[in-house]
């Protein structure tokens, strides 16, 4: 066979789809270090490296260690709502976008908790003001952890309007 054991290849389907949940397109996430209590997520297989809306971007050093503050609006169509947060840069990096256009990203690392899964990631800083979505997750960040759905939405929850605003209303 030009693929190998029909056998082996349905029981390896079945062992990821055991152990892999699944997850649709976009999916409500946190960022508890950020101290982000929600942010919608577009899954993208197309993308590896995972990227997070920000703006009013500084660095500076904290005894040694290079930081950045930077400020984003976590929620869609929301400008009122902004965060500021800070971070241990961990590198800088060249990452090409879909347009193929090449910028130089200053990259943080952080946990993020989808559903009751939580795990460290990377995540690249970039303006995505114009985008529909405030943070992407790109594969790199999902790698043995999820089977993507990309005719579902939000498989892992989604909170109401009214969690929503009053866990951004704590902090207005």
Known sequence: MLFGDSHTLILNSV??????KTIGWREWAQLPE???????????????????HAFAVETYEEKGVPMVRFALHPLQK????????????IEERVV??????KEKRYVIATTIKMGDMSWPIEITLTNRDTMSFRMLLGRTAMKGLFLVEPGASYLL???STTELENSYREKL
């Open 34 to 52: 950020l101290e982000i209590p929600h942010i919608k997520v577009k899954v993208d297989t197309g993308a590896r490296t995972s990227a997070l």
């Open 96 to 101: 090409s976008d879909s347009g193929g256009h």
């Open 15 to 20: 062992s990821i789809f055991m152990t892999h």
């Open 157 to 159: 929850g989604k909170p």
């Open 78 to 89: 929301r400008a009122d709502i902004e965060r500021y947060c800070t971070a241990r840069i």
